[in-house]
């Protein structure tokens, strides 16, 4: 049974800092495509970051281009979003997904393209 355990969430000010993890279990988190999403309250789900299998390729949202960075650890089969410079517009409920369901177009970002999930993570961030 593949289960995704997010932890890291939190109350920050606008500016700070928050490390998110992703633990897999029953699941090998190097086997395909991991992600973080995010979903704001009355908003619709929206990818975040994604990283490949060999962690060589990731791909953000244009909204948190090079203020957070995904990851991965082999060896503790987790997968990491630090979040720098994190703003209001940043506070959602973030949630950890898991395997890429292939065919019908290349878009690593789309929530619906992801069959694995955890539970999620709530991240506010005030003014």
């Known amino acids: 049974q593949v289960q995704l355990v997010e932890s890291g969430g939190g109350s920050v000010q606008a500016g700070g800092s928050l490390r998110l993890s992703c633990a897999a279990s029953?699941?090998?988190?190097?086997?395909?495509?991991m992600g973080w999403f995010r979903q704001a309250s009355g908003k619709e789900r929206e990818g975040v970051a994604v990283i490949s299998p060999g962690g060589s390729i990731t791909y953000y949202s244009d909204s948190v281009k090079g203020r957070f960075t995904i990851s991965l650890d082999y060896a503790a089969n987790t997968v990491y979003l630090r979040m720098n410079s994190l703003k209001p517009e940043d506070t959602a409920m973030y949630y950890c997904a898991a395997d890429y369901r292939y065919g019908a177009g290349w878009l690593p970002l789309a929530p619906g393209k992801y069959n694995y999930w955890g539970q999620g993570t709530q991240v506010t961030v005030s003014s």
């Open positions: 029953g699941y090998t988190a190097n086997s395909d495509y």
